[in-house]
């Protein structure tokens, strides 16, 4: 009997596998604002961009398993309160200090403050960088450098007789409304 090679499994890059498994939470916050609007099941294919009518109801079957995950969630009495809490044990009990490191970190990411950037790059502060772009927008209409560091002047057009005694008689109009 020959040696058989161990040959590697094959994995497939692309393919329409992951279209039908993957998790579509656009189009399920689509499919719930979809059905407050119409109960038309063809309207809702139309309104959340689906193929076929196949595509719309497997996005109710993703909803109505994410639902009940989070009711059996609920039921076992996990929930955020749970979380935090089992997060905040293990950083006060546990037994290396990589542990509580980890779980300190866990917290601060969640908040939001897993990164510290010092935001005194610059010698300027935030208030002097706004305050410098608003006087460079400051320009003197009649001053020639800015006409020339925007590259063109405006010409406004002349408004006909004709317009112009319509626009002033229904500005007369509107002022009347409110004597």
Same mark, same amino acid.
């Given at each position: 009997?020959?040696?058989? $090679?161990?040959?590697?499994?094959?994995?497939?890059? $692309?393919?329409?596998?992951?279209?039908?498994?993957?998790?579509?939470?656009?189009?399920?916050?689509?499919?719930?604002?979809?059905?407050?609007?119409?109960?038309? @099941?063809?309207?809702?294919?139309?309104?959340?961009?689906?193929?076929?009518?196949?595509?719309?109801?497997?996005?109710?079957?993703?909803?109505?398993?994410?639902? +009940?995950?989070?009711?059996?969630?609920?039921? *076992?009495?996990?929930?955020?309160?749970?979380?935090?809490?089992?997060? $905040?044990?293990?950083?006060?009990?546990?037994?290396?200090?990589?542990? $509580? *490191?980890?779980?300190?970190?866990?917290?601060?990411?969640?908040?939001?403050?897993?990164?510290? +950037?010092?935001?005194?790059?610059?010698?300027?502060?935030?208030?002097?960088?706004?305050?410098?772009?608003?006087?460079?927008?400051? *320009?003197? @209409?009649?001053?020639?450098?800015?006409?020339? +560091?925007?590259?063109?002047?405006?010409?406004? @057009?002349?408004? @006909?007789?004709?317009?112009?005694?319509?626009?002033?008689? +229904?500005?007369?109009?509107?002022?009347? *409304?409110?004597?």
């Amino acid at each position: 009997m020959k040696d058989s $090679k161990k040959l590697k499994p094959v994995t497939f890059i $692309k393919g329409e596998y992951r279209q039908y498994y993957a998790p579509n939470d656009f189009r399920q916050k689509l499919l719930l604002k979809a059905m407050t609007i119409t109960d038309n @099941p063809k309207e809702w294919r139309k309104m959340i961009g689906a193929k076929s009518m196949a595509d719309v109801y497997r996005t109710l079957d993703k909803l109505a398993l994410r639902k +009940e995950y989070h009711e059996a969630l609920l039921r *076992l009495g996990i929930d955020f309160d749970y979380i935090v809490t089992g997060i $905040k044990n293990i950083g006060e009990t546990g037994k290396s200090d990589g542990v $509580k *490191l980890k779980a300190f970190e866990t917290l601060l990411k969640s908040v939001g403050m897993d990164k510290y +950037e010092d935001v005194k790059e610059s010698a300027k502060d935030w208030e002097e960088l706004i305050k410098e772009v608003e006087e460079s927008k400051q *320009l003197n @209409p009649g001053d020639e450098t800015a006409v020339k +560091e925007k590259g063109y002047e405006v010409v406004e @057009p002349k408004i @006909p007789e004709e317009a112009q005694k319509k626009i002033n008689e +229904e500005k007369e109009i509107g002022q009347s *409304l409110y004597e």
